[in-house]
């Protein structure tokens, strides 16, 4: 097995090659490169219990996720993981910049005290509905984040082409999915993505709720993935895909 050093430059180094060799197709579409990167046990749940802290890969992964995280622009995660995990969402375990957090939440439920609110170098910015709670809205923007409004009601799900529009005339061109399980599952069904980095983690962990799990509806026709390089690290075994309609 490589060193671990040189495994991080050699996923450093991929994902940059396949952003480049994507720029044509996501430009056309005016929206930003998407990877979604996640952490699953052998029966497919992303969490050991619902709604709990997710750490399921070893510290190996760890590191390849926080090297993902330094070669996109920006990272996004829904409102239920914050909850449950309240990542930081930076990058410490390798040198690179800290990607521009971003959080869909529609009922502006984040807690005030949320790492993320407390970044280092950048603010959130918090997808919302027009008639979520001004008065969290404003405690929010008092933090700092940026409040982006694309639905009205509360509970209603961010339109993901939307949002990625946005995010691509505000200067963001490659976006890392980091969770949940149903903002991950909103992307596939989506047909939104452009690579999938898949921590298979040696486990299983038996659990049966819909939230633990990517449950895709039959009825999307999710894209399967073409996998293009697969590797261990440590325990984990990390799976490289691309959609297959995108196989280049
Ligand atoms: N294994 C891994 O790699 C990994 C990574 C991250 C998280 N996790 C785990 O995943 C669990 C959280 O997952 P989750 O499914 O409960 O929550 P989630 O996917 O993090 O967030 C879902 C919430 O985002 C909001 N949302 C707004 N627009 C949406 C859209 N278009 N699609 C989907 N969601 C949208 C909704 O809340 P509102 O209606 O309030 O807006 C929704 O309930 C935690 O236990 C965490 O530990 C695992």
């Known amino acids: 097995m490589p060193a671990q050093s040189t495994l991080v430059e050699m996923a450093r180094n991929r994902i940059r090659e396949w952003q480049a060799e994507g720029t044509n197709h996501y430009q056309s579409e005016q929206r930003p490169w998407v990877t979604l990167a996640f952490a699953q046990s052998l029966d497919g749940c992303l969490t050991f219990k619902r709604g709990h802290p997710s750490a399921l890969s070893s510290d190996a ?13 920006a990272i996004l995660v829904g409102v239920g993981t914050v909850l449950a995990d309240n990542p930081r969402l930076t ?11 971003l959080v869909l939440d529609t009922h502006l439920r984040i807690p005030l005290e949320s790492h993320i609110l407390h970044h280092p170098t950048t603010a ?17 923007e008092a ?6 409004p ?3 009601e509360p509970g209603d799900p961010i339109p993901l082409p939307l949002m990625l529009r946005y995010l691509w005339e505000n200067g963001i061109h490659s976006l890392m999915v980091e969770g949940g399980a149903k903002v991950l599952t909103a992307f596939i069904e989506a047909h939104l993505l452009d690579a999938a980095i898949i921590t298979l983690a040696p486990i299983w962990i038996g659990g049966y709720h819909y939230i633990n799990k990517l449950l895709v ?26 959609p297959r309609i995108y196989r280049i």
């Open 143 to 148: 933090l700092g984040a940026r409040i982006v």
């Open 150 to 152: 694309l639905v009205d």
């Open 61 to 73: 992964a760890l590191r390849l996720t926080h090297a993902l995280r330094a070669e996109h622009q």
């Open 217 to 242: 509806s039959p009825e999307r026709k999710a894209p399967g993935l073409s996998l293009w390089q697969w590797e261990m690290w440590d325990q984990d075994l990390i799976l490289w895909g691309r």
């Open 91 to 101: 990058v410490r375990l390798v040198p690179g910049q800290h990607p521009q957090p």
């Open 124 to 140: 959130p910015w918090i997808f919302t509905a027009t008639k979520a709670p001004a008065n969290r809205r404003n405690a929010l």
